[in-house]
């Protein structure tokens, strides 16, 4: 039987898993029963990779054989599944459940049709293409380029982009003129702190609309006033008189944003 100086847990696994005290019982039981709650209370979710036994081993100070032993229980127990050359995995939920008592619910609910806006068909992922060109490019990136980039994005990027735009588009634009973002919610991000920075408290957003649009103009410290649309051109009118500017996208996108007061005459 391990030592007690042999049974301290590492940083990771050792903190995530409640091993019960030595009094109660061999280190495989412990593991076994620890492992088992953590699937159960849901913060080993249905589908997620476990660590190599030989990993788990060395992060736990223990032997590798306890570990073996405690995946080949729990792989009977029908908690976790283990195929040759792939890595042992929490078993996936048949009916809400796992056998041995696992607590209902946690899963995450996946529609037929996925009518969602601003997200597009992820199913249609180019995984290996992408994988491919972040392969390709993090060869190319210098020591430099490994740390944390620029806010507006790496400068060699925006002077890729600034070409491109004045080949493709005809745009008159420097590099320094562009701001490169994680995404449509980022931008949205920016543009709101720019407005609250420029003195402006209320942004304007489509009723119905895009539910994430709402929550990110009230997180940049913003009020989102609803608009009514239609079929009819958007109208924004401050319930205080306010003036509002507007700025929108193209309508060939599915959400339109309203910038807020014009805090001047």
Not at 65 to 93: C, K
Not at 173 to 195: F, K, N, S, W
Request: glycine share 10%; net charge positive.
């Amino acid at each position: 039987m391990p030592s007690a100086g042999r049974e301290q847990t590492g940083p990771a696994w050792g903190t995530f898993l409640e091993l019960e005290a030595p009094a109660e019982g061999p280190l495989h039981a412990r593991l076994t029963r620890a492992l088992r709650t953590a699937v159960t209370s849901g913060r080993l979710a249905a589908g997620s990779t476990l660590p190599a036994s030989r990993v788990l081993a060395a992060d736990l100070r223990c032997s590798r054989w306890v570990v073996t032993e405690v995946y080949a229980q729990l792989v009977a127990e029908g908690y976790f599944e283990a195929r040759s050359g792939s890595a042992t995995r929490v078993r996936a939920r048949t009916g809400g459940s796992v056998r041995g008592g696992a607590r209902e619910g946690g899963d995450r609910w996946t529609p037929r049709y996925d009518l969602l806006p601003g997200v597009p068909d992820l199913r249609a992922f180019p995984r290996k293409r992408w994988a491919d060109m972040v392969r390709a490019a993090t060869t190319e990136l210098t020591w430099d380029e490994l740390g944390y980039p620029d806010a507006a994005g790496l400068p060699r990027l925006r002077r890729q982009l600034a070409a491109y735009l004045a080949r493709g588009r005809g745009a008159r634009v420097e590099p320094g003129q562009l701001v490169v973002c994680a995404g449509t919610l980022d931008a949205v991000m920016r543009l709101c702190r720019g407005l609250r920075a420029a003195g402006h408290t209320h942004v304007a957003v489509e009723d119905p609309g895009w539910t994430q649009l709402r929550l990110t103009v009230a997180a940049a410290g913003l009020t989102p006033v609803a608009i009514p649309v239609d079929e009819a051109p958007v109208s924004v009118t401050s319930p205080s008189g306010m003036t509002m500017r507007i700025w929108a996208s193209p309508s060939i996108t599915s959400n339109r944003t309203c910038a807020g007061p014009d805090p001047g005459p």
